[in-house]
């Protein structure tokens, strides 16, 4: 494994992926802490902080981190989600150490200037609306909301525009001081580095950053399940069906994933064949997983016209129900070639060999290799899927849907049918 890593001694820990074969380095830094450890009266700091990163430090003006990283030919961006957030950078070989000088700087003196935190959150209000204006992308913000019904977890990631106009530079920087320490914070890259010169940077820079974060770690979420539809006049109705998942650590988690493939991964899954292909009930419908730290959300998304959605429910309960019954040795071998090709795939690119890895070290404490990951998949048998199935299935499920969606079934016909004769209803235990 071309995989090495190291811990300073404030517990900053840092790891890298060298690939000889490549001229460029993709590096960041990686913290466990997104939109779920914000407070009630934080909603979308966590996303604004992302935003104001690149604004200015005590030595670099907004204009100065960009034209110092295009200068050399690099990209700079960052990314929040429910537990972690990132900045990070891609360059080549020889400029790692401004990146990783760049990306130092904003995490231990950024300004959050007054005026410019006013433009930019002018423009996440601007990135709210849209959202609103995109039903496929606020009808995920419903679902997980309804799923984890008053929790950090399920809220929208990019807050409300009454909180964003609310935060202020002082709220900013306290909101890094609790969350942002060395014990949460992974520093890693991924290409053409040499693993001693890049601890040696980095340990420089970021050696004496505060080694523990002051805010205790996220309540532990619980699914709830429930209803949430929105009539709109639209030429679709957006829809989605989901359950408890599975999270990272558990023993069904990879086995979430395949089933997720089976039924709806691809183009040869049960749903697309069957609801898309065979009766043409819509024209987009996939199945999904998100794991978590302590939880997951198992789904189904369609997007289907005002004329069918009646008639579409009742077929994607329907194959949901008979992976209960039968899934054939052929389905399971798609599935698994399938997150195979995957894996390898994205290890062709520095970038994704990169967040992997931080992935893999802030929830596991440990690089996992392709070939262990593979091994994983090698023991799940049908008979375990069907198994999970049959307890994922016929729990409380999630409904969402925005559009044209009078016809939808109620809440309890659609609870009603995910529980047949033969199959029980079970909780997950997570």
């Not at 929790?151 to 890094?176: C, D």
């Not at 950053?209 to 679709?236: C, I, W």
């Not at 789904?299 to 039968?326: C, F, M, S």
């Amino acid at each position: 494994m071309s995989i090495e890593v190291s811990r300073l001694a404030n517990g900053l820990t840092i790891a890298t992926d060298t690939l000889p074969h490549v001229d460029t380095v993709a590096l960041g830094v990686w913290v466990k802490s997104g939109s779920r450890n914000e407070r009630d009266d934080e909603h979308g700091i966590a996303h604004l902080l992302e935003h104001m990163a690149f604004k200015g430090t005590g030595k670099r003006s907004a204009w100065t981190i960009a034209s110092e990283i295009e200068d050399v030919g690099g990209e700079i961006n960052a990314a929040t989600s429910v537990e972690t957030t990132s900045f990070y950078a891609r360059v080549l070989s020889e400029d790692m150490p401004l990146a990783i000088d760049i990306l130092a700087d904003i995490l231990t003196d950024s300004k959050f200037d007054p005026s410019e935190l006013d433009r930019e959150q002018h423009v996440i209000l601007q990135e709210i609306g849209a959202a609103h204006d995109t039903p496929d992308d606020v009808v995920f913000d419903h679902f997980t909301e309804t799923a984890f019904r008053h929790q950090t977890i399920g809220r929208s990631i990019l807050g409300t525009p009454e909180t964003v106009q609310s935060f202020t530079s002082a709220q900013l920087h306290a909101f890094m001081q609790r969350q942002y320490g060395a014990d949460r914070m992974v520093v890693v890259a991924a290409g053409k580095v040499d693993h001693e010169a890049f601890l040696r940077e980095v340990e420089s820079r970021l050696g004496g950053f505060r080694a523990k974060a002051e805010s205790p770690t996220p309540q532990y979420a619980h699914y709830v399940g429930g209803d949430f539809r929105e009539n709109r006049e639209l030429m679709d109705a957006q829809f989605i069906l989901g359950f408890e998942g599975r999270a990272y650590h558990v023993r069904d988690f990879y086995s979430s994933q395949l089933l997720s493939m089976i039924l709806g991964g691809g183009m040869s899954s049960r749903l697309f064949q069957e609801v898309r292909e065979k009766r043409g009930l819509c024209y987009s419908v996939y199945a999904f997983h998100w794991g978590f730290s302590d939880t997951g959300i198992f789904g189904v998304h369609a997007a289907t016209g005002k004329q069918d959605i009646d008639r579409l429910v009742p077929v994607i309960l329907d194959e949901l129900r008979k992976t209960a019954d039968n899934i054939l040795p052929e389905e399971l071998n798609r599935a698994r070639a399938q997150y195979r090709a995957g894996l390898v795939m994205s290890r062709e690119s520095s970038a994704s060999r990169a967040s992997q890895l931080a992935r893999q070290l802030m929830l596991y404490g440990r690089p996992i290799g392709t070939e262990e990951l593979l091994d994983r998949l090698s023991a799940i048998t049908t008979e375990r899927l069907r198994d999970l199935a049959g307890r994922l299935f016929f729990t409380k499920p999630t409904v969402t849907a925005i559009g044209p969606v009078g016809a939808l079934a109620p809440f309890e016909a659609i609870s009603d049918m995910l529980s047949p004769t033969g199959h029980p209803a079970h909780r997950i235990a997570v």
